[in-house]
């Protein structure tokens, strides 16, 4: 039901109560190797929810490749069609997590193989899945023709485009819903303030705002419509937009309306941080409906499927 097509990396995290300068060595607090990519983490946020996910990428024929494989087998991912790229590195991420903040210096490795090609290569597969969930970290050729390819055969894209790139304001209109921080926008609709892009695009364009939620136009009379976002003590956001977007992608194949959805995605979002790393905390479907970010009457949509 849903393909999530991006990113598969290894999270190599630093966490410290200094930062370095230029050609300065600090002592850090610690150190953890954890699993991540935007594509990896937003698969299992839908999946750890209950989504049936099919997850299309590429790891290098390393340690690195081989765990990130077996991970999203424990995770219940279809992977058949990951491919392991020889003479490659796995994709991996330098996370520095400060004051529940982070940094990241991202190296794509083997995921810069998620081509054309490649797409091509598994192009009935993906066709077989009703949602496209999408993110910046493959080749923007990738992202443009899967764009395309949803567009001309009726799938519902969720684009989330993360980390920013300059990609032309046309392929907004084709998305089904993207879901930029104001940072991204920027990218997408250069010169625009959020509300001229988000009136411009009712009910496709929806901006995170982090601690302060959620932003988007109604279709009907362009009012602005805002989801807040639950006020948590964050240990650490890195993921926290991934959990947001595999969250909503889960509760739009269920059926929820918009409002609900994005409100179901960020209690999702709301649990995530309070673990450290991308993939923690992402909660189960146990997890969130036992959690005070659930609302009972969002039961009718889930119990319909
Ligand atoms: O969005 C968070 C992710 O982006 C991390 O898991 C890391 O892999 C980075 O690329």
């Not at 020889?86 to 995921?111: E, K, L």
């Not at 923007?140 to 567009?151: H, R």
Request: with cysteine; proline share 3%; aromatic share 10%.
């Amino acid at each position: 039901m849903i393909a999530v097509i991006g990113s598969l990396s290894t999270d190599f995290v630093v966490e410290t109560d200094i930062l370095a300068d230029r050609g300065e060595t600090v002592t850090g607090r610690d150190f953890h190797t954890l699993f991540g990519g935007k594509g990896a983490n937003q698969a299992i946020a839908a999946a750890r929810l209950g989504g049936q996910v099919t997850m299309f990428g590429c790891v290098g024929d390393d340690v690195f490749g081989a765990e990130i494989l077996a991970n999203l087998k424990k995770e219940g991912i279809d992977s058949q069609a990951v491919e392991i790229i020889s003479n490659q590195s796995s994709g991996s991420a330098h996370i520095t997590v400060y004051q529940a903040d982070n940094a990241i210096i991202y190296i794509p490795g083997a995921n810069q193989e998620v081509t054309v090609a490649y797409l091509k290569r598994h192009q009935e597969a993906l066709l077989a899945e009703e949602f496209f969930v999408i993110q910046n970290e493959i080749p923007i050729e990738s992202i443009q023709y899967l764009i395309d390819l949803a567009q001309s055969h009726g799938k519902q894209v969720i684009y989330d485009p993360a980390p920013a790139i300059a990609l032309d304001e046309s392929y907004v209109e084709k998305c089904s819903y993207l879901t930029p921080n104001e940072f991204e926008l920027n990218n997408l609709c250069p010169n625009a303030s959020i509300e001229e892009a988000i009136q411009r695009y009712p009910e496709r364009l929806l901006v995170t705002l982090g601690k302060d939620g959620v932003t988007y136009a109604q279709q009907a009379d362009r009012a602005i419509q805002h989801v807040p976002a639950f006020s948590v003590q964050a240990v650490d956001t890195t993921g926290a937009g991934d959990t947001f977007t595999g969250a909503f992608a889960y509760a739009l194949s269920q059926g929820l309306p918009l409002k609900e959805a994005v409100a179901f995605a960020n209690g999702a979002s709301a649990l995530s941080v309070q673990k450290l790393g991308a993939q923690t905390g992402m909660p189960t479907w146990e997890e969130l409906i036992a959690s005070e970010y659930f609302q009972e009457d969002w039961l009718t949509y889930f119990e319909k499927n």
